[in-house]
């Protein structure tokens, strides 16, 4: 009666580990299939992101044509070599002019996106002076930072210290612009201090 019952265990304990390896191998093939589908699917977002990033690339850069004649022309205007204008007119072209200074500033910023997202980014490195790039973007910014009517300084902490790094020029000189001018942007009130 005991080899019986063993006997009977065994075979029920034999045929639940027979199902239970088989509903294994199952889940395991099907998650390889999964995996499978899966890395298709993320083979295929990647191209299309790729793809995405090269037509912002190809439509922004087509934008920038149109707009830099426009600063062109709207700054030969300004300047009086296409003669003489009225107030009034003057006071429409600088408009024009300060907005397509925007328009590519912001076409700029969407190339050096697509730029990096596609690793074709470029940088140019050189020895500059940080300080003396900062008092620059300050002076640009000059009309912003009075507009704001925040009380604006700039310090440094050891006025004899050298301030030469080397970096890349035109894209440092964004960041600090973007940083000084969200500051001045975004303080409600108060100061701002560089």
């Known amino acids: 009666i ?5 006997l009977l265990t065994t075979i029920l304990l034999g045929i639940f580990l027979n199902r239970s390896v088989k509903r294994e191998i199952s889940q395991r093939e099907r998650i390889e299939k999964l995996a499978g589908d899966l890395q298709g699917v993320n083979e295929r977002l990647t191209e299309l992101n790729k793809q995405k990033s090269e037509f912002v690339s190809f439509a922004t850069h087509q934008i920038r044509a149109p707009l830099t004649a426009m600063k062109g022309y709207a700054s030969l205007i300004l300047e009086g070599d296409m003669g003489e204008l009225d107030p009034e007119a003057k006071k429409a072209v600088s408009r024009i002019y300060d907005s397509t200074n925007t328009l590519t500033a912001i076409v700029e ?9 596609l690793g074709t980014m470029k940088y140019s490195f050189e020895t ?3 300080k003396k790039m900062v008092e620059d973007v300050i002076a640009e910014l000059k ?5 704001s009517n925040l009380a604006f300084s700039f310090t440094d902490d050891d006025a004899g210290a050298d301030y030469r790094i080397v970096a890349d020029r035109d894209k440092l000189k964004q960041v600090i612009a973007n940083l ?9 009130s108060g100061s701002v201090n560089v």
């Open 128 to 130: 500059i002076d940080l």
């Open 143 to 147: 009309p912003n930072i009075e507009k």
């Open 109 to 117: 910023d969407y190339l050096n996106l697509t730029r990096i997202e």
């Open 180 to 188: 000084i001018d969200n500051a001045i942007k975004y303080t409600p």
């Open 2 to 6: 005991i080899n019986i019952i063993l």
